[in-house]
């Protein structure tokens, strides 16, 4: 057996190997982009994966321009470029040289774009869905791994802003196999017994697979079901989820989601005691302007001398009550002069009326019986009828024998025609 090697020995032959193997010292590897980020320093680190296995990459930012210039998540990649085992961490990664974009998206990116429309056309992301976070909940509920910093935050910032503010963890795995559905239980759990008033339901940050589970549609329907507010505070500020759209609140960080769930206490205090005071203030303000308005009205003479007030005002109420009927007698008299005025030249009026009417009449009595055919017959005359009722008007109407009647002013007679004269003319 040869001597044992110290830790960077090992590593370093590790990475002999590599570059003396012709068929690992530059190799071209497929795979889909995840947890991509670029640093200050112009490297970028992130893995490559397809669906049984995954490797961490390293682009250097002297390689940057051999790459696409935006990498997006799930982006479909060939990686050309040499395998490395980093010595101080022995981390094993594959260095980039050169980065070519293949056709397509990855299958989580396609899989979140799809179930994102469909939940959309559904009106799961709708303004009008989201429910009010309370102002002061009595228990807040976080749905979140027991391990971590994120309940470590979370516990801190809820104890910092509101202290005694009661604090429920419904523990779950929040990445892995299956772990959608045991989130989404959580939450089913904290509604069924109605644990809290607010839900938090979070983890940190990751890759595209290690957020899955809240991209997974029975995750985005138990937060979409859950009568308790649900804030959402998955991921870095960056990452957005499934469970980001659906919930009634979306925080960048688990320890904002903590900063919205709850007030600051001693903030509500300060308030309480402000309006305390300004009310004490406004009730202060408002008894020195009432006792000052008491004291204007007892120095009134009313108040001082009421006799001699009441007494004043009885001689000028006895006055007035003189100038009053003095008035009243004038204004009667003057009325009852008015009055028998208008009674005569009312009187005259319908006296000059009727004798208008009464002439008239007169006279158009005189007209009517100058035309009446009785006043004719009165003087003399007399008008013929024959026996059919004819009137005989012409002397040619009548011939000899003919029957007639002859009417007089107070009677007939009938008469027999014995010579018409005007035969034969």
């Not at 976070?133 to 910093?149: C, E, M």
């Not at 202290?163 to 419904?170: F, K, S, Y």
Request: a positive charge; proline letters at 5%.
């Amino acid at each position: 057996m040869s001597e044992p090697l110290s830790v960077l020995e090992f590593n370093t032959r590790i990475n002999q190997l590599f570059r003396s193997d012709p068929n690992l010292s530059r190799v071209a590897v497929r795979g889909e982009i995840s947890g991509y980020k670029r640093y200050p320093s112009g490297h970028a680190y992130f893995t490559l994966k397809d669906q049984e296995a995954a490797v961490s990459c390293v682009l250097f930012r002297s390689r940057a321009p051999f790459a696409p210039v935006r990498m997006t998540e799930g982006m479909k990649v060939v990686i050309q470029g040499t395998p490395n085992l980093y010595d101080k961490t022995g981390r094993f990664q594959l260095v980039a040289e050169s980065i070519r974009e293949e056709s397509g998206v990855g299958d989580l990116y396609r899989q979140f774009i799809e179930l994102k429309d469909k939940l959309e056309k559904e009106g799961l992301f709708a303004p009008s869905r989201k429910k009010p976070i309370p102002f002061i909940p009595k228990r807040v509920v976080a749905v979140t791994s027991s391990q971590g910093a994120v309940i470590r935050d979370i516990i801190h910032v809820i104890q910092r802003r509101f202290p005694g503010m009661r604090l429920i963890l419904v523990e779950t795995p929040v990445q892995g196999a299956g772990a959608e559905h045991l989130i989404a239980s959580a939450i089913e759990t904290a509604n069924r017994l109605h644990l809290g008033d607010v839900i938090i339901v979070g983890r940190g940050g990751g890759s595209l697979e290690d957020l899955q589970p809240f991209n997974e549609e029975i995750t985005a329907r138990a937060i979409a079901a859950s009568s308790i507010p649900v804030i959402s505070a998955v991921g870095h500020e960056t990452d957005y989820t499934i469970a980001d759209f659906v919930a009634d609140m979306r925080a960048p960080t688990p320890s904002v989601a903590a900063e919205l769930a709850v007030p600051v206490k001693s903030e509500l205090l300060q308030r309480v005691d402000e309006r305390a005071a300004a009310l004490e203030q406004a009730m202060l303000n408002r008894l020195l302007a009432e006792e000052r308005h008491v004291m204007s009205l007892a120095n009134r003479p009313i108040l001082q001398n009421p006799c001699a007030v009441v007494d004043r005002h009885a001689l000028r109420l006895d006055y007035l009550s003189r100038e009053l009927g003095h008035a009243f007698e004038k204004r009667f008299t003057r009325e009852h002069h008015v009055t028998e005025r208008l009674s005569r030249q009312l009187k005259e009026s319908m006296r000059q009326y009727i004798n208008k009417v009464s002439y008239q009449h007169t006279a158009l009595r005189r007209a009517i019986e100058a035309l009446s055919p009785y006043a004719i017959l009165s003087r003399g005359y007399a008008v013929l009828r024959k026996k059919d009722g004819d009137w005989v008007t012409r002397a040619a109407g009548l011939h000899t024998k003919d029957a007639v009647e002859a009417l007089f002013s107070d009677g007939s007679v009938e008469l027999e025609v014995t010579r018409a004269l005007n035969e034969g003319r």
